[in-house]
């Protein structure tokens, strides 16, 4: 990086692998990172020589070898770094060797399918693309579903003062149903559901895009160079604000 004109402070963390850039947003409002000692305003650049620290803890300017993992995440965990104030986080859980974080979200009380990576790029490829891709959920609800309810998922709800996206909706049982989203407003599937009269009771998370869920609940697994590659091909237009400029947090559970 030029000493003229350095790197934003959360570019910095990101690119170290320390977190995600939002996470890093997030540290650098809690005045949790310092730059040779002193607390940074939000756009703060980072010069080659500057010592950069969270929580007291100096950030290595060694690379990492990248981390790119599949993790079945059960019930109960939740997808959260920091590990002072939740007990049951995917960090911990995982309790993998080196620094990773999750890509985007899934509910506490639901299960599946949700990558974990020490590369902030790769975070803000998924997370910002406009490409619409896909993903793919397994859902129970409280009573029995109909045509009409399947006609109502599919077409669209009114939920946070917009309409969803038109979907793939399957009926696949008498209370279950398969459905794939391109869109991750907060908690969108049960917020769905919800103006419908139903409450899930079960959601999982088969698919993200071209990756599919294989392993057993707990475990993970690296994703493969296939797998990448069709994921940084999928990603490849990716856009700075997308994210940002509507409203979209990947929770969609």
Do not use: W
Not at 2 to 26: H, M, P, T, V, W
Not at 61 to 79: D, L, N, Q, R, S
Not at 220 to 241: M, N, P, Q
Request: net charge positive.
């Amino acid at each position: 990086m030029s000493e003229n004109k350095g790197i934003r402070i959360n570019k910095y963390l990101s690119e170290q692998g320390f977190c995600s850039r939002r996470a890093a947003d997030r540290l650098i409002e809690q005045q949790r990172v310092t730059i040779n000692g002193t607390v940074p305003e939000m756009g703060t650049k980072v010069q080659p020589n500057d010592n950069v620290a969270v929580d007291g803890e100096p950030i290595s300017k060694k690379k990492e070898k990248p981390v790119y993992i599949a993790f079945h995440k059960p019930t109960g965990i939740v997808c959260t770094t920091d590990t002072r104030v939740e007990p049951d986080n995917i960090i911990e859980y995982i309790n993998y060797p080196t620094r990773i974080f999750p890509i985007g979200r899934l509910d506490k009380m639901s299960e599946g399918l949700i990558f974990l990576t020490n590369d902030g790029d790769i975070v803000n490829k998924i997370l910002r693309s406009r490409n619409n891709h896909g993903k793919e959920y397994i859902v129970t609800v409280d009573h029995s579903i109909d045509d009409r309810f399947i006609r109502r998922m599919a077409s669209g709800i009114p939920i946070l003062d917009t309409v969803t996206k038109k979907c793939e909706v399957e009926q696949i049982g008498r209370k279950t149903f398969r459905i794939v989203l391109t869109q991750g407003l907060n908690r969108q599937i049960r917020r769905m559901c919800e103006y419908l009269d139903y409450r899930v009771t079960k959601l999982k998370r088969i698919r993200i895009m071209n990756v599919e869920l294989d392993i057993p609940k707990g475990t993970y697994r690296d994703l493969t160079k296939e797998e990448l590659d069709e994921i940084y091909r999928l990603t490849a237009e990716s856009t700075k604000t997308y994210h940002e400029e509507n409203n979209i947090t990947d929770e969609v559970d």
